[in-house]
C-alpha cells in the first residue's frame, strides 16, 4: 500500500532522507507534502512495528491490518505532532490505539506470540531472558520447548496494560519514557506496571522448571 520510492535524495537541498531525523522528516512532510519524507519514516518503521503488533495481537492479518492503519493515521494527523517531542512514542501511541480498536471490534483479547527458550532448571532466569523471543534451535531439550510455552501463556496472562509495558520495554527496548509517552501515562505509572509485571510473572513461574 505504501510504496517506497527510490529517490533517496531531497534534491532541494542534496540531503538523503535517509540522514534527517524522524522529527524533521515528519515536519517536512506536514510543511511541503513530499511524500519521500513520509516514505522515509514508513521504511524507518514498517518491520519493527508489524513486529511489535504482531506480538500485540498473535495474528498476522490483522498486525497488517492495524500497520496500514496505523501510517494512515500518521499521515492524516500529523498536524497534530509536536515536533518538541519525539515521534517514534507518538507512532507507538497511535499503534496501540489501533491494536486496542481491532481487539474491541474482533471482541477478543490479544494473544503473545514468544519463542523463548529457557535453560535447565538450576540456571537462574532474569525477566528479559524469559521475554526476549527467539526461533528455538532443533537441538533445543523438548523441556525447554515446554517452558518456554508456559512463559508464552504467563505472559498472556498478563493484565492488558501490564502486557503492553512488557512489550514495548523488553521487545521494543523502548526506555521508560519513551515507552509511557507510548501509553499516554507519567513514567512513573509505566515503571510500576512493569514492576507488577515483574513480581505476576515471578508468582506465574515460580514452578516452572
Given at each position: 500500500m505504501f510504496?517506497?520510492?527510490?529517490?533517496?535524495?531531497?534534491?532541494?537541498?542534496?540531503?538523503?532522507?535517509?540522514?534527517?531525523?524522524?522529527?524533521?522528516?515528519?515536519?517536512?512532510?506536514?510543511?511541503?507534502?513530499?511524500?519521500?519524507?513520509?516514505?522515509?519514516?514508513?521504511?524507518?518503521?514498517?518491520?519493527?512495528?508489524?513486529n511489535y503488533l504482531y506480538?500485540?495481537?498473535?495474528?498476522?492479518?490483522?498486525?497488517?491490518?492495524?500497520?496500514?492503519k496505523t501510517f494512515l493515521a500518521v499521515l492524516?494527523?500529523?498536524?497534530?505532532?509536536?515536533?518538541?517531542?519525539?515521534?517514534?512514542?507518538w507512532l507507538y501511541k497511535?499503534?496501540?490505539?489501533?491494536?486496542?480498536?481491532?481487539?474491541?471490534?474482533?471482541k477478543r483479547f490479544s494473544?503473545?506470540?514468544m519463542d523463548a527458550p529457557l535453560g535447565?532448571?538450576?540456571?537462574?532466569?532474569?525477566?528479559?531472558?524469559?521475554?526476549?523471543g527467539h526461533e528455538p534451535e532443533p537441538f533445543e531439550a523438548p523441556m525447554d520447548r515446554e517452558i518456554a510455552s508456559k512463559v508464552r501463556e504467563a505472559v498472556a496472562a498478563l493484565p492488558k496494560q501490564m502486557r503492553q509495558a512488557v512489550y514495548m520495554v523488553y521487545f521494543q527496548g523502548m526506555t521508560y519514557r519513551e515507552a509511557a509517552d507510548a501509553a499516554?501515562?507519567?513514567?512513573?505509572?509505566?515503571?510500576?506496571?512493569v514492576g507488577r509485571a515483574i513480581n505476576k510473572l515471578n508468582f506465574m513461574l515460580k514452578n516452572v522448571g
Open positions: 510504496h517506497i520510492a527510490h529517490e533517496t535524495t531531497d534534491l532541494t537541498t542534496g540531503c538523503r532522507w535517509s540522514d534527517w531525523t524522524d522529527e524533521e522528516l515528519v515536519v517536512e512532510y506536514r510543511c511541503t507534502g513530499i511524500r519521500e519524507a513520509f516514505e522515509t519514516l514508513v521504511h524507518r518503521y514498517e518491520r519493527e512495528l508489524y506480538r500485540y495481537l498473535g495474528h498476522a492479518a490483522n498486525a497488517e491490518d492495524v500497520l496500514q492524516k494527523e500529523c498536524g497534530k505532532f509536536d515536533a518538541d517531542r519525539e515521534f517514534r512514542p497511535i499503534a496501540t490505539n489501533k491494536a486496542i480498536d481491532c481487539q474491541r471490534a474482533a494473544v503473545v506470540s535447565s532448571e538450576s540456571d537462574i532466569y532474569t525477566l528479559a531472558d524469559k521475554v526476549e499516554g501515562v507519567h513514567c512513573v505509572t509505566l515503571s510500576q506496571r
